[in-house]
């Protein structure tokens, strides 16, 4: 939705996603092993999303080795994210203080202005 600003704006309901655990996380992780990509958004808890990062993290370690494959077309799809496997986060709805290991988990880390502004005027005041 636009405001008359021409700035976008998100209702949140939290629902469903709220209430995602680390019980959930394990009964899910083949999947994120398996998964190529993964995308969470901060409408689930960030300790959750942390968990299923360093999942996926694992699951892909050593992946990013020269030695693995030297062939040129390995290394075209790994540069538009098709081989590897890579994680996004975005940042929406802006939380104040998130977990610092999102960032340095997350092969991709996404958010628009407002939410640039909202985390980074968190942690300056912090």
Known sequence: ???FTGDN???I???ANTTLSSDDVKKAERKIVEADVVLFQFETPIATTIEALKIHQRSRKGMHNSENNSNIWFWFLNFFCLVIGYSIVNGAPAVQNPD????????IFCVNESEVSAISCSAMAS
């Not at 610092?100 to 092969?107: L, P």
Request: proline share 6%; charged share 20%.
């Open 13 to 15: 309901v939290p629902g």
């Open 9 to 11: 704006t998100i209702i």
């Open 1 to 3: 939705m636009l405001i």
């Open 100 to 107: 610092e290991d999102v960032y340095k988990i997350a092969s």
